[in-house]
């Protein structure tokens, strides 16, 4: 889910940059960051937080409060208050997504900034063949077929963020119910319930 949030952080602004408009130099320190130290400061934007999720982007200051200088370092440090906009996958969330990879064991979905794994038993109640060459999974008894790029409509079934490692985060989701599944199926179900009702009345 997409979700404009308030966060509140201490911003270190180095000396050499007091000749420059403060909010400008701040924004850029929330955004990009630098490093001193070794460390970064700042640079949220791109970063993954177990409990808020990706941040993609820092959208406005709010306020920023009167620096203090700590003796021996010669920045001025200021709490910043600031809204971000981030998105962070939520348990039984419907989503709309692309489908980028397709392997023997599932297809991959693009869900914003992130790829979730829908397994080959959580696509549809049929059985499902990989068929390599063609770089798709097949229904055996339907027929329907998923590949990549194909638009998909799908329920997050559980959720594991790394921000160490934000590689090994893991993403499940579900077609498996009423209402999901590729865009192309779920028309096709639509027209055939219109032809059905039109056939009662």
């Known amino acids: 889910m997409y979700k404009l949030i308030v966060l509140k952080d201490l911003v270190r602004v180095p000396p050499q940059r007091f000749g420059e408009p403060l909010e400008e130099v701040v924004m850029e320190i929330l955004k990009v960051g630098y490093e001193y130290k070794g460390r970064i400061e700042g640079g949220y934007e791109g970063k993954l937080d177990k409990d808020l999720g990706v941040i993609l982007g ?12 700590i003796p021996g370092d010669g920045a001025s440090y200021h709490y910043v208050t600031f809204e971000a906009l981030v998105f962070y ?19 991959f979905v693009r869900i914003g900034p992130l790829d979730g794994l829908i397994h080959v038993s959580q696509i549809t109640d049929d059985y499902i ?12 008894e339907t027929k329907r077929v998923l590949e990549v790029g194909d638009r998909v409509r799908a329920r997050i079934v559980a959720v594991s963020l790394n921000p160490e490692k934000p590689k090994e985060s893991k993403i499940n989701l579900t077609m498996r119910q ?4 590729k865009w192309e199926w779920l028309e096709d179900e639509r027209r055939k319930k219109e032809k059905e009702k039109e056939k009662s009345k």
């Open 58 to 69: 820092i959208k406005r200051i709010i306020d920023i409060e009167e620096g203090r200088v």
């Open 89 to 107: 996958p939520e348990l039984q969330e419907i989503l709309d997504g692309e489908v980028v990879e397709i392997v023997d064991f599932g297809a």
């Open 129 to 140: 063949v990989h068929d390599e060459k063609r770089g798709a999974l097949i229904g055996k």
């Open 178 to 181: 009423p209402g999901l599944g």
